[in-house]
Nanobody, 123 residues
Framework: QVQLVESGGGLVQAGGSLRLSCAASGRTDSTYGMAWFRQAPGLEREFVASWIGGSTNYADSVKGRFTISTDNAKRTVYLQMNSLKPEDTAVYYC??????????????????WGQGTQVTVSS
């Protein structure tokens, strides 16, 4: 089992920045990468960014504004979010990837999820 705990969400004005953290514990050696997803009210969960095998991927909507990074010693993954927009408002979840050939952006490819942290961007 792997436990994931997100932190760092909050309320910020448009144009501002936040840094989310996701601390992993348990059998992290059984996972195959990490990702961030988000879900706004009434919408499906959508991919934001991933760190898999040392490579990063980003949703088009956040490219150039968000950066995913990891600290292996702390078993923590971060999401630095700059130039935030009201449409970035959502609950943000970190996820640990399961083995297999699932597409990176598909939630079904991730076996473990955190509880989520709310990010609200005011206009």
């Amino acid at each position: 089992q792997v436990q994931l705990v997100e932190s760092g969400g909050g309320l910020v004005q448009a144009g501002g920045s936040l840094r989310l953290s996701c601390a992993a514990s348990g059998r992290t050696d059984s996972t195959y990468g990490m990702a961030w997803f988000r879900q706004a009210p009434g919408l499906e969960r959508e991919f934001v960014a991933s760190w898999i095998g040392g490579s990063t991927n980003y949703a088009d909507s956040v490219k150039g504004r968000f950066t995913i990074s990891t600290d292996n010693a702390k078993r923590t993954v971060y999401l630095q979010m700059n130039s935030l927009k009201p449409e970035d408002t959502a609950v943000y979840y970190c996820a640990a990837r399961r083995p297999g050939s699932w597409p990176i952006m598909v939630p079904q490819g991730y076996a473990y999820w955190g509880q989520g942290t709310q990010v609200t961007v005011s206009s």
